[in-house]
Nanobody
């Protein structure tokens, strides 16, 4: 059974930091492309950052220089380090694992940036 479990979300003040984790089980983790997505009420889910099986990364413009995606294949875990958080980063954050035509989602972790 495949499971992706996110953790690390919470309430943080503007300018603060959070580190999200996504622990995977039931897949050959290292060969999957991985991504962090986020969604707010009434909007479509958007890709925030992705990391390929070889370690290449991509970010949306609004998080470049503030967020860092990384993976630890030995621990089957994906990370998203989020610094200099802004209120507009508030969303439900999901991780996704993709391999060819197969994809898996986690259940999401809430990030709220507010003073």
């Amino acid at each position: 059974q495949v499971r992706l479990v996110e953790s690390g979300g919470g309430l943080v003040q503007p300018g603060g930091s959070l580190r999200l984790s996504c622990a995977a089980s039931g897949i050959f983790f290292s060969i999957y492309e991985l991504g962090w997505y986020r969604q707010t009420s009434g909007k479509e889910r958007e890709l925030v950052a992705r990391i390929g099986s070889g370690g290449s990364t991509n970010y949306i413009d609004s998080v470049k220089g503030r967020f860092t995606i990384s993976r630890d294949n030995a621990k089957n875990t994906l990370y998203l380090q989020m610094n200099s958080l802004k209120p507009e980063d508030t969303a439900l954050y999901y991780c996704k694992a993709v391999r060819q035509l197969t994809s898996y989602w986690g259940q999401g972790t809430q990030v709220t940036v507010s003073s």
